[in-house]
């Protein structure tokens, strides 16, 4: 959230919050990977989220929040270090590269270690916080507990009755709806394992900062049967806009760059730079990968249809857990719920994350404070602001390299400060482009350069009020637009 004109009204809020914050809050955190804003809460009512929608009512709802770079790992590590994508520049999946952030950058510790540090908070996490794997011992009062490892690839196996498995990772189904109940799954015996520690929390004599990190609706799609039994998805539920934007580059929608190797590995050839037609038949190799879909060419609408229904399932399960988690939870408690990015559901012909279109970067983003009245604002948010905020709302000073702003305006004055920006990127093709993206009111802006040349090579401009589905890219159709988009996009971005 950049915005300006707001230097009296944020020192007197930080300075309120400060005296309110004299006893330092219990925080509780919510991750959910891969969750776009499918949720009833935001006005989607196919969806069963009683939960979430529950904990809305009782906090503040930001409609237009949005990722800074739509991919686990590096928008993870965006949020908990408070630092924009390129200042972390760990745009792979390579625990290499976040072991040579940390060495490079000692001084850009997490929202978690500066709470533990500098705010005497208890620090405690549960499942995905960080990209699995990327987890930091120094965040946490006590060690933290992912699960599993590889439990992403958790499914049921018919011949074990005792407990889940652990999939190989190109064997896995793409989705299951055993007939288990809820703690025969990793979401339900960790919800059961936090909500063990909340009832004990009273031996803990400092303020407290629960992370809990859900997995699903991350691939693959697993959720006990009950959830699934809950819907009966029509073709109401395909996607508006399957087919990429027109006049948009391939480079903007397919997806699937990163798998090259994994489908080469499979006895698969995917074109490394695809015509806009391979581009289409191989896109959303992320699901692709998995069992049951088929690698390539089109998907059917009755399996599009299957795979809605297990997402939304998905869905259903973590919300139940957020219901069970959240009823131990104190009224006194901070509530903060979040998503690292959102995810194509055939839209763009697209299926999984790594874009810059509104679908893939626009996150669910939920601020519970017992302190601040409930509602709902249009102001645009990142979630690179979450750390600063969380600073606000401990009484804590904030370190210095943090590169976003306090949501505390906004959360004191909903309706108030709409305008400003939110900025995203995505790279493709390995990290030979870069695509910038730069999301106002109305427009969402792409400037895509080829890192060699450091040349512009490409541009997006979707008008949201006219094409709120981006399905015309709208460049090169009016210069002054062009031009002033274009330029304000590489300025907040720091091209120039």
Known sequence: ML??????LFTFLVSSFSAMAAEKPDIVMIAIDDLRPMLGCYGDDRVSTPNIDKLAARGVVFERAYCQYAKCGTSR???????????????????????RFREARPEAVSMAQWLKNEGGYH????????????????????????????????VVDSKEKSESIIAERWECPVMQNPDVADDFLFAGRMTSSVIETLKTSDSIKKPLFVAVGFRRPHLPFVAP???FDLYQPDETWLAKNPLPAKKSPVMAWFNSDGYVGGAKRQGLTMPTRPNREEAIAWNGFEMRSYQGVPP?????????????????????????????????????????????????LGE?????????????????????????KPGRTKALAELVDLYPTICD?????KPKHLQGESLLPVLESPQALANGVALSQYARFGTKFMGYAMRTVRYRTVVWIEKKSNKQVGVEIYDHEND????????????ALDQKLVAATREQHGLD
Request: hydrophobic share 40%.
């Open 296 to 344: 390539e060419g089109e998907i059917s609408t009755k399996l599009q249809l299957e795979l809605l229904h297990a997402y939304a399932a998905c869905v259903s399960y973590v919300d139940a857990q957020i219901g069970r988690l959240l009823a131990e939870v104190g009224e006194d408690t901070i509530v903060i719920l979040w998503s690292d990015h959102g995810w194509h």
């Open 225 to 227: 049967k009950k959830y």
């Open 468 to 479: 709120p589905q981006e399905m015309q890219n709208l460049a090169g159709s009016d210069a």
């Open 77 to 99: 590590l965006s949020l908990m270090t408070g630092l924009r994508p390129n200042a972390v520049n760990v745009f792979s999946n390579n625990e290499k590269d976040v072991i």
């Open 3 to 8: 915005m300006m004109n707001r230097v009296l």
């Open 123 to 154: 620090t405690q996490s549960w499942g995905k916080i960080y990209h699995d794997g990327w987890d930091d011992p120094a965040d946490w009062s006590v060690p933290s507990s992912p699960g599993r490892e590889r439990e992403m690839w958790e």
């Open 348 to 372: 763009q012909s697209a299926w999984g994350k790594m874009t810059n279109f509104e679908i893939a970067t626009r996150v669910p983003m939920i601020v519970a404070h017992p302190q601040l």
């Open 393 to 397: 709302f401990a009484a804590v000073e």
